[in-house]
């Protein structure tokens, strides 16, 4: 390997541990209001929402654990799904159902994060009925998004064996890749 200084180190394996990268909606104002109210994170960040209302934007496992475990701390959790079913697990969708705390908005997107400059906060999700095309302001204090993740794993593209969406590929039960001596563990082959 070539460090940044030129220095070249030598060794017998390597471990890539790169990790995945939380994907994003895209929007201007997502990028504006992140660390202002909007997470990537809900055991990262969850406890800054204690009873507030909070919405999580997708709709597989992720999204729906994510939604519940926000229900520990805030008031109320709304889980925006641009379809009319979740591709979460049966189980983790009923945990969802029958939670007080917890409702869906489905067949919708997140058009616009809302808020205010001063002090940068979040207040509200601007959302679009995908099936009628009407607008709507879900006031939220806090937005979650949960639409997957991108493993980093670039560097490594035909280097190493990988799926269609660019996760390192290892040998059941093992971190061993494609390459001998390299292997790999964690998010980006997870």
Same mark, same amino acid.
């Given at each position: 390997?070539?460090?940044?200084?030129?220095?070249?180190?030598?060794?017998?394996?390597?471990?890539?541990?790169?990790?995945?990268?939380?994907?994003?909606?895209?929007?201007?104002?997502?990028?504006?209001?992140?660390?202002?109210? %909007?997470?990537?994170?809900?055991?990262?960040?969850?406890?800054?929402?204690? &009873?507030?209302?909070? +919405? #999580?934007? !997708?709709? /597989?496992?992720?999204?729906?654990?994510?939604?519940?475990?926000?229900?520990?701390?805030?008031?109320?959790?709304?889980?925006?799904?641009?379809?009319?079913?979740?591709?979460?697990?049966?189980?983790?969708?009923?945990?969802?159902?029958?939670?007080?705390?917890?409702? %869906?908005?489905?067949?919708?997107?997140?058009?616009?994060?809302?808020?205010? &400059?001063?002090?940068? +906060? #979040?207040? !509200?999700? /601007?959302?679009?009925?995908?099936?009628?095309?009407?607008?709507?302001?879900?006031?939220?204090?806090?937005?979650?998004?949960?639409?997957?993740?991108?493993?980093?794993?670039?560097?490594?593209?035909?280097?190493?064996?990988?799926?269609?969406?660019?996760?390192?590929?290892?040998?059941?039960?093992?971190?061993?890749?494609?390459?001998?001596?390299?292997?790999?563990?964690?998010? #980006?082959?997870?």
């Amino acid at each position: 390997l070539t460090g940044d200084t030129g220095a070249v180190y030598q060794g017998e394996s390597v471990i890539i541990c790169t990790g995945a990268s939380a994907r994003w909606l895209g929007l201007p104002s997502e990028t504006r209001f992140q660390g202002f109210g %909007v997470s990537a994170c809900a055991t990262c960040d969850g406890f800054f929402f204690r &009873d507030k209302a909070v +919405a #999580v934007i !997708g709709g /597989g496992n992720t999204a729906v654990e994510e939604a519940l475990f926000l229900t520990r701390f805030a008031r109320s959790v709304t889980l925006i799904h641009r379809r009319d079913q979740l591709r979460a697990e049966k189980i983790l969708q009923e945990r969802l159902f029958r939670h007080p705390k917890a409702q %869906v908005l489905w067949n919708h997107v997140v058009q616009e994060i809302i808020g205010t &400059d001063a002090p940068p +906060a #979040v207040t !509200g999700v /601007g959302v679009r009925d995908v099936k009628s095309g009407a607008t709507s302001l879900l006031p939220v204090e806090g937005v979650f998004v949960a639409i997957g993740h991108t493993p980093n794993t670039a560097l490594f593209r035909g280097q190493l064996d990988m799926d269609a969406e660019g996760y390192i590929l290892t040998r059941p039960d093992s971190t061993r890749t494609s390459v001998p001596g390299v292997f790999a563990a964690g998010d #980006v082959q997870d």
